[in-house]
């Protein structure tokens, strides 16, 4: 039996030293910047905290799996046989916005059990000094600016026309576009906040849904445990619930259907 309570103190300690460097390179002439073949953008700080992660995992929790978005591992921990748990890393969710200056970027930290649960998960973003975290039956908590923790619960919103969605862009919706855009115009309000930051909205009560049309698992995984241990759902455009799907959901619970609806 794992004590999830002290593998969630080891992703907030992971948490501390990435915000740490992360804030060196934030905002700073001496960053690195690199274009991935997808043409998305990473940075040496990027490679730098995931390294860092993997280096203190390797001595702190040694039979455990790594995957990591700069540095892979996700055949091995996904292999069929698997059966160890597996950390999920995203050293910089929000690269465009971490190298443009835009402050809503953070370390997504999360551990997955071997029947591929999330049991753990930290999202830290200190550019706007939140910090997000939760573990499997121990509901979710944010702490502002090194305040204590406080727990945190999704909305009771019950309507569509009452809602709040937030999400990045329009890109990658492929045949669900025209009918996102419609749905715009039957809710309440619409805001392209984007990334982790929207999820963790969900998660406070102050958004009802958010969705982004494209993710890989380290985009999800510390975002979806933090939802649903906050009373939401998270899941994928399709149905599916958890954080292996091509794509995220997440809801207060009462919209989700129904959200599922209107965009299938």
Known sequence: MRDLA?????????????DAMSMVKYRSSELVIETKPDLTPVTDADKGIEFMIRDVLSQERPLDLVIGEE???????????????YWVVDPIDGTKNFVRGVPTWGTLIALVNPAHEVVVGVVSAPAIYRRWFAHKGGGAFV??????????????????????ISYSDLVGWGDRRQKFIDLQERIWRTRGLGDFWSHMLVAEGAVEIAV???????????????????????????GGRGAHGPNGVSTNGKLHQAFLDAVN
């Open 71 to 85: 540095f892979g591992g996700r055949d091995e921990a996904l292999a069929p046989t698997n059966e160890k748990y």
């Open 212 to 238: 982004e049309p494209v993710l890989a698992l380290w985009d999800m995984a510390a975002n979806a445990i933090i939802v649903e241990e906050a009373g939401g759902i998270f899941g994928d455009l399709d």
């Open 6 to 18: 002290l593998d969630l103190a080891l992703a907030q300690r992971l948490a501390d030293a990435a």
């Open 143 to 164: 702490s502002e600016n090194g305040a204590d923790p406080r727990r945190i619960h999704v909305s009771g919103i019950s309507k569509l026309e009452d809602a709040s």
